[in-house]
């Protein structure tokens, strides 16, 4: 059975497919969506794992853009987002199931066989109209998360308009197929049954204080003089001379990444800060994944999870790293008291912060080089605080391996350029700027924005800080040029 894996993060993807490849699968790493695509051409994959933080991929469009071309290889999303939404809008465009991260391995493992057998055996695929699904096998129905009891009849009812999603059904089948009845028989059995489907599966508002359907989300339709049909109508398929329906904006398409599509509804420093925390927390479920899987295969094995040491100083990393967003998001959300002045040194900021993350240049993941003027004093805001921890919490917990960061800063213009630049320490690749930040970019600028100053990213790893600045009132001025191992 071929995996095909697309992640990014080398620790975790390298854990998960030796995991995978233990059970008995044979697993295929893509890092971005070219080798995705590619492999695609090359093979026919049995089932594909989908990380939805899939550098400056969003997941979920390149799942669309996948079913949008006929590619009906089962996908597994993997995510760190937990909202039901995210859950439902990825169904709605094709994914066989999700799973929330930090996850379990044992589920995992359980979730890919149980799509590869619902993938062998038809009779065991669940049936999905918009959030509304069905487990043929279990007779158990929910939506929204929430269970349906339905009678054995509401049952066989509700799995054959499902079946025939989008399309219209007539009484006379749906008496034939459910009751047996004999074609041209009149009954009104089916738009009872119908009724009792409606108050147990349809949403319902208050309107004048009358209960009414929730036309906005209904499901169920009548078909005048016909019968009913689930869901919204189906598009004729293409080449057939009619008009594609247009299909909701909701279902078809992803939600816009976050803080790219619409900058024009960052308000103020306070969403910006919330979006950043939110984006941080999602960012330190990917390295407490690794941890959590590592151990629980490690504890299934009896301890003998690998003998190679770059596995056990992978994980060690993982856990590193998982620390290090961790005091990211509280540098983020910690008070910082007021400050006594307006402007603060740049070098007594920087080594604050680099302290607060000093388990990076003990465990070895980041190695800093000095190169600013001692003299220079910038702005004093906690703002700033706050900006540089998450450029170098991000910095450090997105790239997978060891980085060295070069931190520039001079006067010019009345001002301070202040740049960071990464490089990896050893060999190897590193994350590059537009990938680190890009979800993230434009939340970044509004905080930037807000202490009067500008940013810009250099090159494919280097990102520029202009900051209102000043100098000291000192006949010395002198660099810093030393390396930290």
């Known amino acids: 059975m071929s995996i095909l894996l697309a992640d990014d993060d080398v620790d975790l993807a390298s854990f998960l497919s030796k995991s995978l490849e233990s059970e008995g699968y044979e697993v295929h790493i893509a890092p971005d969506e070219s080798v995705v695509l590619a492999e695609l051409q090359?093979?026919?994959?049995?089932?594909?794992?989908?990380?939805?933080?899939?550098?400056?991929?969003?997941?979920?469009?390149?799942?669309?853009?996948?079913?949008?071309?006929?590619?009906?290889?089962?996908?597994i999303i993997l995510s760190a987002r937990p909202k039901v939404s995210d859950r439902i809008q990825s169904l709605h465009l094709g994914a066989d199931d999700y799973v929330t991260k930090p996850f379990s391995f044992q589920e995992l493992s359980a979730r890919v066989n149980a799509v590869l057998r619902r993938k062998a055996d038809p009779s065991l695929n669940i049936l999905r109209v918009a959030d509304l699904e069905l487990e043929p096998v279990t007779r158990r129905a929910m939506r929204s998360g929430r269970e349906l009891k339905l009678s054995s009849r509401e049952f066989h009812l509700l799995h054959l308009l499902m079946r025939r999603a989008g399309t219209e059904v007539s009484r006379q089948e749906l008496l034939q197929e459910v009751w047996g009845s004999q074609p041209g028989s009149d009954s009104n059995l089916v738009d009872v049954y119908v009724n009792y489907l409606r108050r147990k599966i349809e949403h319902f508002v208050v309107i004048r204080g009358e209960e009414k359907i929730d036309e906005e989300n209904k499901l169920i339709h009548t078909i005048r003089g016909v019968g009913y049909r689930i869901g919204p109508e189906a598009a004729p398929a293409k080449g057939s001379g009619e008009s594609v329906q247009p299909v909701s904006e909701s279902v078809r398409r992803p939600a816009p990444i976050s803080g790219l599509s619409r900058p024009e509804q960052i308000s103020s420093h306070q969403t910006a800060l919330r979006a950043l925390v939110s984006s941080v927390a999602h960012d330190l479920a990917q390295p407490l994944t690794g941890v959590r899987c590592f151990l629980e295969v490690a504890a299934m094995r009896k301890g003998n999870?690998?003998?190679?040491?770059?596995?056990?100083?992978?994980?060690?990393?993982?856990?590193?790293?998982?620390?290090?967003?961790?005091?990211?998001?509280?540098?983020?959300v910690r008070e910082i008291a007021a400050p006594s002045g307006h402007w603060v040194s740049l070098h007594g900021l920087l080594e604050q912060i680099f302290e607060d993350f000093a388990v990076l240049f003990q465990s070895g993941l980041l190695t800093l080089e000095r190169r600013w003027d001692a003299l220079i004093q910038v702005t004093s805001s906690p703002v700033l605080q706050q900006l540089l921890s998450l450029l170098i919490g991000k910095l450090a917990g997105k790239n997978p391996k060891p980085i060295t960061l070069t931190v520039t800063a001079g006067m010019k213009g009345g001002r301070c350029d202040l740049e960071m630049r990464w490089a990896a320490s050893e060999q190897g690749s590193v994350q590059d700027a537009e990938t680190t930040f890009f979800n993230d970019f434009v939340y970044i600028q509004e905080m930037v924005s807000s202490i009067g100053g500008e940013i810009s990213l250099e090159g494919e790893t280097g990102i520029l800080l202009?900051?209102?600045?000043?100098?000291?009132?000192?006949?010395?001025?002198?660099?810093?040029?030393?390396t930290d191992q």
């Open 42 to 75: 090359r093979q026919n994959y049995k089932l594909i794992i989908l990380d939805l933080n899939f550098g400056k991929t969003d997941g979920l469009r390149l799942l669309e853009k996948l079913r949008g071309e006929g590619v009906t290889t089962p996908v």
């Open 305 to 332: 999870v690998s003998s190679a040491p770059s596995d056990l100083k992978g994980v060690e990393q993982q856990a590193d790293r998982a620390i290090v967003l961790t005091k990211t998001i509280t540098a983020l």
């Open 466 to 482: 202009k900051l209102p600045a000043t100098l000291q009132t000192s006949p010395l001025s002198y660099q810093h040029s030393l």
